[in-house]
């Protein structure tokens, strides 16, 4: 009832024309207008929950009730706004292939523009004409690849791994792909171009491998960083010692930061090293029409060591979540004593919150198998997030339906990662 009202108000308040605040859903204007005001009306009502307001009064004399109603409800209104955001995201990627094509065409423009300007004085040139045509020809590639791939991003439909992610190797290889394609094709061009012998050889010798030894070496290497590195993540996966968690949709700073979203040192720096040889390199190119870009050494090599970096920290980033006690949960003033059916257990340990899984759609995932019964981990909000579960704490009722006796303790996180066995004790 609470997910059919949220998505009558959500259509309600973005009745009329289509624009820049609908929410139908039916338009990506609407995808993203509905997913921002479902997601203000979660907040709204899980800061009201968390200050004792919105309660029914069939639930509100009980505490466990009271828990037990405001996670459910909770939980039905982030499935909600999940689905929001995914709706968004298809209509995200879906929008995605025309903007990349404008970009091509519009840098392909800025290219002409700049040849132009250039050629005041100096004249209008045999190489500028075949760095147009290769600007052309490779514009044209990515927006054919665009059009075939329109409903998953476009031409960077490669590059989004398989958890819905900008990938940064895929990236940064994808970059070297395209540049070293674009050279290769203005050589093309300056060959087809050329009449005199002499002009051919040179343009021939260019191609040599001791010119452009460092490019097509750093090329080599961060092409097979891009597989190397899915093979990593997909074995530690299948492996259970790394947790993942899809994403709603691509962005642009996955490829600085890890799942949760926080600043990832191994990305930065390879995202950055690799940004300013492509640089360098695009220089040697406009300096050097007539051959591969010679990357110096050093450089290549710096390239090599932030690409090995970056490999390293792929291998050490993830763990398997752990259970390290399980305690009786005791409110102040309460007796000590053993654990009993329908007292609350706090599970301490790690890991229970993959990165990326922090939405509350992913939290009321979360599951505590107490022997035989499988009790799901309550959201218990505070003002602007959720006291339980978190990371390294959940707390869990026993439910009557376990048997007294020894009993074991397992947590399954929200990528559906089990945790180990943790013995207790429950009594009468």
């Not at 376990?402 to 089990?418: D, R």
């Amino acid at each position: 009832m609470a997910v059919q009202e949220a998505r009558q108000s959500a259509a309600a308040d973005g009745a009329g024309a289509h624009g820049g605040g609908c929410a139908c859903g039916d338009c990506p204007h609407g995808a993203r207008e509905g997913h921002r005001r479902a997601l203000a009306a979660f907040r709204r009502g899980r800061d009201e929950f968390a200050a004792g307001r919105g309660l029914p009064p069939a639930v509100a004399h009980s505490a466990s009730a009271s828990r037990q109603w405001i996670s459910a409800e909770l939980a039905q209104r982030a499935e909600a706004v999940a689905e929001r955001g995914r709706a968004e995201g298809d209509a995200w990627l879906a929008g995605l292939w025309t903007r990349t094509a404008f970009f091509a065409w519009g840098a392909t423009v800025v290219l002409l523009l700049a040849q132009a300007l250039t050629a005041i004085g100096a004249g209008w040139s045999s190489a500028r004409t075949a760095a147009l045509l290769a600007a052309v020809a490779v514009a044209g590639a990515l927006t054919l690849a665009g059009f075939f791939h329109r409903t998953r991003g476009g031409p960077l439909a490669p590059m989004i791994g398989e958890d819905n992610r900008m990938s940064t190797s895929r990236t940064v290889a994808a970059c070297w792909v395209l540049f070293v394609a674009y050279a290769v094709l203005l050589l093309a061009g300056r060959l087809a171009a050329a009449s005199h012998p002499a002009e051919r050889d040179a343009l021939l010798a260019g191609l040599d491998l001791a010119r452009g030894a460092g490019v097509v070496t750093v090329l080599a290497v961060v092409c097979g960083i891009a597989v190397l590195v899915r093979r990593v993540v997909g074995l530690r996966v299948l492996g259970q010692r790394l947790q993942k968690v899809p994403a709603h949709r691509p962005r642009a700073a996955d490829l600085l930061t890890d799942d949760a979203g926080r600043g990832a040192f191994a990305d930065i720096q390879y995202v950055v090293i690799s940004a300013v040889a492509l640089v360098f390199a695009a220089v040697r190119l406009g300096r050097r029409p007539d051959q591969l870009p010679d990357l110096p050494w050093g450089l290549a090599v710096l390239v090599l060591i932030s690409a090995a970096t970056y490999l390293a920290g792929k291998y050490a980033e993830g763990g398997r979540p752990v259970v390290l006690s399980v305690v009786r949960a005791r409110e102040p003033g309460d007796l000590d004593g053993p654990v009993r059916t329908g007292d609350d257990i706090e599970i301490r340990g790690t890991g229970f919150v993959p990165p990326g899984a922090q939405g509350a759609d992913r939290l009321a995932r979360m599951v505590v198998r107490i022997g035989a019964v499988d009790v799901h981990v309550p959201l218990v909000p505070v003002a602007g997030g959720f006291r339980n579960p978190t990371d390294n704490v959940l707390t869990v009722p026993v439910p009557v339906e376990v048997e007294p006796g020894a009993v074991e303790v397992q947590v399954v996180t929200a990528a559906g990662l089990a945790t180990n066995r943790y013995p207790i004790e429950v009594t009468d």
